[in-house]
């Protein structure tokens, strides 16, 4: 039975607005890539590594970004509104934690070894990430398959930014930090133009709303705080051991993060188990499709990691390749199952759940995980750091990617039975292993020879695996027709195909 409200806000197409995110999000794999190769050959090791830690910097600058935005969210998906609300209330949070890293740039600076200028210009992705969350969580819950443009727009602005400032200009950090600036511009802009199209808003802000959601924020804040220490933990410690060990730990990320764009497979059941109070239905196809993507990336990314590796640049190849498969596996779990399991046990509490039911929640149960997790992994990864470098943070990284994966089986327990089809993966699996031993006899020589080798290895996976299903057959022509159709990106909202 619906749990929306109002008709008004439409349901949602699971499996095709996965597919369109997701076909975004790789396509601003390609960018970001070529974004961070500009960075990798134009910038010293330590100026690449700085990248990374001014990063590391911002997300504990950010954290409270998406707290209110993820409870009005809520109320949005069942037609009561509150987005423009929840605009108002983040911009206004944003301040005091804006005028914050300006103060406390100079300091962090001397810390991390880098430009004080750099972290100025770095400065405005701090109000720009509480503007962002905002329209985020109103357009991702109304109509999902809008957010493919956000990245694409962000990483094509930035990178005609970044062949300006850091190869022509020659303005090093700070320029890369600049390029990076003017992405979350373009991002926001775009989501702003998506956020004026939706309907059914309330015509001024309504602070009582805003303050219950505060009320019920407390869970939420700590939970976001605790997550965002424990995610830039690894670059922050690992920059104050050694800029140099965080450059090649860098580049190994940057390639095993690659991996996240199959998270917005996963990005509509959120808002569609929220409407329609519905948990098996929807979970096994998109359990699916995430997999389908994901494995056939992890396989291809450790057997071409030191030609992907070499595209960045030849310092980081020999160091980056030992942290790939641990930091790929990790990478691998928190975006294959993180979104999925995530979506299917918090979207099914209750939309007006109180404030003093909150200790009995889901939501309490991932505060005490992201606690656990921050006290055990913490001293892991500086102890592993310490005596190991890079290799050490990478095997904490995964470590800690296993360990938050248990806790939210426990947390889920009954709701999480159907998460994918095993006879589907196993035809993944042996799809995945065909590209893999084609791209073990493809010659790789040269930039542009690395990035043809992955899209033939990408059309002989997917050659393979329609062979062996005639169900996902049908998948792809369908999909293909209704994004000829138009029926995907649509103004308006589109019908449920479950």
Not at 3 to 23: D, M, N, P, Q, V
Not at 110 to 128: I, R, W, Y
Not at 399 to 424: D, E, T, V, W, Y
């Amino acid at each position: 039975m619906s749990r929306s409200g109002s008709s008004g806000t439409g349901e949602i197409r699971l499996r095709y607005s996965g597919i369109f995110i997701f076909a975004a999000k790789l396509s601003t794999t390609i960018t970001g890539l070529i974004f961070m190769w500009i960075l990798a050959r134009f910038l010293p090791q330590s100026g690449f590594g700085g990248v990374y830690f001014i990063s590391g910097i911002l997300l504990y600058f950010t954290f409270p970004a998406s707290v209110v935005p993820y409870w009005a969210a809520r109320e949005i998906a069942v037609g009561k509104g509150g987005a423009r609300t929840s605009l108002f209330f983040n911009l206004l949070l944003s301040i005091p934690f804006f005028l914050g890293f300006l103060l406390l740039s100079p300091l962090l600076a001397a810390k991390g070894d880098v430009p004080t200028v750099a972290l100025l210009a770095a400065s405005p992705m701090v109000p720009l990430t509480f503007a962002i969350s905002s329209f985020n969580n109103t357009v991702g819950v109304v109509r999902p398959a809008q957010l493919a443009g956000r990245d694409l727009a962000g990483d094509l602005v930035k990178i005609g930014f970044a062949v300006a400032l850091v190869v022509v200009m020659k303005f090093g950090l700070p320029g890369a930090e600049l390029s990076l600036s003017s992405a979350y511009v373009a991002s926001a802009a775009y989501l702003y133009m998506r956020y004026r199209e939706i309907e059914g808003q309330e015509s001024r802000a309504e602070w009582r709303r805003a303050l219950k959601w505060v009320a019920l924020s407390w869970v939420t804040l700590l939970t976001g705080a605790l997550s965002s220490f424990y995610a830039g933990a690894d670059k922050l410690l690992l920059g104050l051991i050694s800029e140099q060990q965080l450059g090649a730990y860098g580049a190994a990320l940057l390639l095993s993060s690659q991996l996240s764009a199959v998270s917005g497979l996963s990005s509509a059941l959120y808002p569609y188990v929220l409407r329609s109070g519905e948990l098996e239905k929807g979970t096994r196809q998109v359990g699916d499709l995430t997999l389908m993507f994901s494995i056939p990336m992890l396989f291809g990314l450790l057997v071409f990691g030191r030609q992907l590796l070499s595209v960045l640049s030849r310092h980081y190849g020999v160091a980056s390749l030992s942290l790939l498969p641990m930091l790929a596996a990790a990478y691998f779990i928190t975006s294959s199952f993180y979104p999925l399991m995530d979506s299917v046990v918090l979207g099914s509490e209750k939309v007006d759940i109180a404030p003093r039911e909150l200790r009995s929640s889901k939501f309490f149960g991932y505060l005490l995980l992201q606690a656990l997790s921050l006290l055990v992994m913490l001293p892991t990864m500086w102890i592993l750091a310490l005596f190991y470098g890079a290799l050490g943070m990478s095997i904490a990284v995964l470590a800690g990617a296993m360990l938050k994966l248990a806790g939210r089986f426990l947390i889920g327990k009954g709701k999480l039975r159907a998460l994918f089809s095993p006879a589907l993966v196993a035809k993944f699996i042996i799809s995945s292993l065909l590209m893999s031993a084609l791209l073990l006899f493809l010659p790789s020589r040269g930039t542009m020879q690395v990035l043809l080798d992955v899209f033939i290895g990408a059309a002989a996976y997917f050659t393979v695996l329609i062979a062996l299903d005639s169900g996902l057959r049908h998948t792809f022509v369908s999909g293909f027709r209704a994004f000829l159709r138009g029926e995907i990106a649509s103004r308006h909202p589109v019908q449920s195909d479950l």
